[in-house]
């Protein structure tokens, strides 16, 4: 029998079937679930976070840990990775109870919800619903000190924990009571604003050591693609140039592998739906206006309400002021990811929130954390703001719309309806 036909058979007849016409021979490994087993440009990063962690196999404590950097810069992988390596480890070790936990604090975005998300872990066999925190946190200290566990928990989008101090005081709090146990805190953060939000204790303590996760250049970025590229597509199905492109287009905007990983992803199922037998550059091109278009999407859903609604008033009043340049004859071509030619001004916009938000939700930000949302609106690259400069009051600030506003309003109209 040929070498062929064993690999052949050595598949299942069904995903044979399935991959027969595609560009794909895993399609799973570019979608953002995947945990890549190798880690490219995060070796400082993952040798800073093995050695922080390491005294706990020893019986010693280990500082809590803060991981920051822009979106798709690898925290949450590199995190999972080193996760699996401590897991791995401590099945091994027998003179130590360890283990990890990791929480996504998008889903888990309370001090109860974390809470009881840890004891589901602990105790699988009970419910904990419904009972009082004071009590969950009781259950929590009984089972650390009972095992003599030393636990790490991994609070991944920490900065989504609507009642973040109390929660890292109440775990940091357990580590003063428990003497043959602790808890390790490793908060993980894309938003370079929520460290200035935290009370100064609550910074001092889950801020114990920082590592930050610089955004990858093109050429990081080409070489992550190209590791990812050859166990999920079948060999020679994407052009080198192809993989050049999405690794420049996601450079020049962000630097993000997720943005990079999903243009070709999407360019791969562009070239199956047009029978192609390989991916090339104008698939990319093809791919890039979805692909912003789904990471604008999930970046807006995550955002908290009142700043969607500041993000809100934001798309009304440029569409507003774009029908008025309209009709005067001054309006451009508006496409995505170009910056809308419509300048606000700050107090514009908090004067049109204002009444969005008594309206939807019948209470309103202050002026000091509307401001914040404009700073936060900014880091994530959907606005763009400057200084007023002279002629303008105080802290007036000129506000564009990065994306394209009708979209925008659409998307987070559906969040309120
Ligand atoms: N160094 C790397 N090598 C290989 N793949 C990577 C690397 N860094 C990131 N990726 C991939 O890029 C995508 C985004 O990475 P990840 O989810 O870790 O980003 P993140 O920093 O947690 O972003 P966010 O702040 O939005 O949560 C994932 O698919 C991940 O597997
Ligand atoms: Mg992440």
């Not at 287009?249 to 243009?263: F, H, N, W």
């Not at 912003?292 to 999930?298: R, V």
Request: proline share 2%.
């Amino acid at each position: 029998m040929s070498s062929k036909k064993t690999s052949f058979l050595s598949r299942n007849l069904f995903e044979h079937e399935i991959i027969k016409d595609s560009v794909f021979l895993n399609r799973d490994i570019m979608t953002p679930h995947y945990i890549p087993s190798k880690l490219l440009f995060r070796d400082i990063q993952i040798k800073e976070i093995t050695t922080n962690l390491a005294p706990l196999f020893k019986g010693l404590r280990a500082n809590n840990l803060f991981l920051y950097g822009k979106t798709g810069t690898g925290k949450t992988a590199t995190a999972k990775f080193v996760l699996r390596e401590f897991e791995e480890f401590a099945s091994k070790n027998k003179t130590t109870n360890a283990k990890t936990i990791y929480i996504n604090c998008r889903i888990h975005n309370s001090k109860y919800k974390v809470l009881l998300k840890i004891l589901a872990n602990l105790y699988p066999d009970k419910d904990f619903i419904g009972f009082s925190s004071t009590f969950l946190h009781e259950k929590l200290m009984e089972y650390l000190d009972e095992n003599s566990m030393k636990l790490v928990l991994i609070l991944d989008e920490i900065d989504k924990v609507k009642d973040v101090d109390e929660l890292v005081y109440v775990l940091t709090r357990c580590n003063d009571d428990l003497a043959n146990a602790s808890i390790t805190i490793v908060g993980i953060s894309n938003n370079v604003f929520f460290k200035q939000r935290l009370d100064p204790r609550t910074r001092s303590s889950l801020c114990e050591k920082e590592l930050v996760f610089p955004p990858y250049n093109a050429n990081e970025l080409k070489a992550i693609l190209s590791e990812r590229v050859s166990l999920a597509f079948k060999k020679g199905a994407v052009s080198k140039s192809a993989v050049a492109l999405a690794a420049a287009i996601a450079a020049q905007e962000s630097g993000d592998a997720r943005t990079a990983v999903l243009l070709l992803l999407r360019a791969g199922e562009i070239a199956d739906s047009l029978q192609k037998k390989r991916v090339e550059e104008v698939d990319v091109l093809r791919a890039k206006e979805s692909v912003e278009e789904e990471i604008i999407l999930s970046m807006i859903n995550t955002l908290p309400e009142h700043e969607q609604l500041v993000l809100y008033a934001i798309a009304s009043l440029t569409i507003a002021k774009k029908g008025i340049k309209k009709i005067s004859g001054f309006s451009s071509n508006n496409t995505l990811s170009q910056l809308s030619d419509v300048v606000l001004i700050s107090g514009e916009i908090y004067e049109e929130y204002l009444t969005i938000a008594e309206k939807l939700k019948g209470n309103a930000v202050s002026l000091r954390w509307f401001q914040q949302y404009i700073n936060e609106l900014e880091m994530h690259g959907l606005i763009a703001v400057a200084e007023a400069g002279r002629g303008f009051r105080g802290n007036t600030r000129i506000i564009k719309l990065a994306y394209d506003a009708e979209k925008i309003k659409n998307i987070i109209e559906k969040n309120f309806s």
